[in-house]
């Protein structure tokens, strides 16, 4: 089991899951795709994923409640990316470690919210204060993996 698990709550692109599934392979991290969020086998996702849909280590769950509480079950900390939580780069993380990706429009499920350890967001400057999940993904696990490695010392 990857020490770091990218739950994905309720993503409606195939693109963005693929993209995600690029950057899990690239940190050695896992997937767990929540709900309607597409997972393999995926035409789309396919394309997008560049292979690595067959090599990320992924589960599916029907919701990410029941994510959540999974790998609560397997004593791994859980946070959400959700706006005006702790930035990325200050949080002191603990292993193993899942982090909840939320729908674009909804956010994280109320329900497995409220179950996360805590949150972890970036920091947003701008009127909209939004940016694509699969970018979000990313700087969220590159800040996580510079700390990991003692690479971000703030």
């Not at 086998?41 to 409640?65: N, Q």
């Not at 009127?127 to 996580?144: D, F």
Request: charged residues 20%; negative net charge.
């Amino acid at each position: 089991m990857p020490e770091l698990v990218l739950i994905l709550d309720r993503l409606r692109s195939a693109h963005n899951t693929g993209n995600i599934f690029r950057i899990a392979e690239a940190l050695g991290a896992g997937v767990a795709a929540c709900g309607y969020t597409p997972c393999p086998p995926h035409p789309k996702l396919e394309k997008t994923a560049m292979g690595t849909d067959k090599t990320v280590w992924w589960m599916h769950f029907d919701s990410s409640k029941e994510a959540v509480e999974y790998f609560h079950s397997l004593n791994y900390t859980v946070l959400a990316a959700e706006p005006g939580g702790d930035e990325a780069w200050e949080l002191d993380y603990h292993y193993p470690l899942a982090v909840v990706l939320g729908n674009e429009a909804l956010g994280v499920e109320a329900e497995a919210l409220a179950m996360c350890d805590g949150t972890v967001s970036l920091p947003m400057q701008g009127s909209k204060a939004s940016i694509n999940v699969g970018n979000a993904a990313a700087a969220i696990c590159y800040a996580i993996d510079a700390k990991r490695r003692g690479k971000l010392k703030i």
